[in-house]
């Protein structure tokens, strides 16, 4: 479980007196538990994939904007947060293995046109989530459908 190894985390970080990771742990168990009160359920790993996931998107966000700013001091904050974020995150696909998977997913969804682009999504998304960028994703099946 996701959230359990963040708890533990949470904990190794504060005997070890790691203020920078413990905040940023402590930053995501908060967003995890604000979903949790939010829809009154228990997130389960897939669900706390999608709260890091954002995160990321949010931070990724932020070190653009802060750069464009200049500010470089709060860059690199963001840039911190983002490192430790993206270590809970599962390993990365590779370029051909998001078009494997677009090809599978167009084929299973029997999708022929643009209009046919949220049957293959609804089957992506659950794949790739925190293991690619959705909105490249999205990009990609958009041009594969002639979008």
Do not use: H, N
């Not at 985390?9 to 939010?38: C, F, H, N, S, Y």
């Not at 209009?115 to 594969?144: C, E, F, H, N, T």
């Amino acid at each position: 479980m996701l959230k359990q190894q963040l708890q533990t985390d949470m904990k190794t970080a504060m005997k070890a007196g790691d203020k920078a990771k413990l905040g940023v742990i402590r930053l995501v168990l908060a967003a995890v538990k604000q979903r949790e009160v939010d829809e009154r359920i228990e997130l389960d790993d897939a669900q706390v994939l999608a709260v890091l996931d954002k995160m990321v998107k949010q931070r990724r966000d932020s070190i653009t904007q802060y750069a464009g700013a200049g500010r470089d001091d709060l860059a690199a904050v963001e840039q911190f947060e983002l490192e430790v974020i993206q270590s809970y995150l599962p390993q990365a696909l590779t370029d051909e293995e998001i078009d494997a998977s677009i090809t599978a997913a167009i084929t299973a969804s029997g999708a022929a046109e643009m209009r046919d682009m949220g049957k293959v999504m609804a089957v992506l998304k659950p794949q790739l989530q925190g293991r690619a960028d959705i909105g490249a994703v999205s990009a990609r099946v958009k041009q594969r459908l002639g979008g």
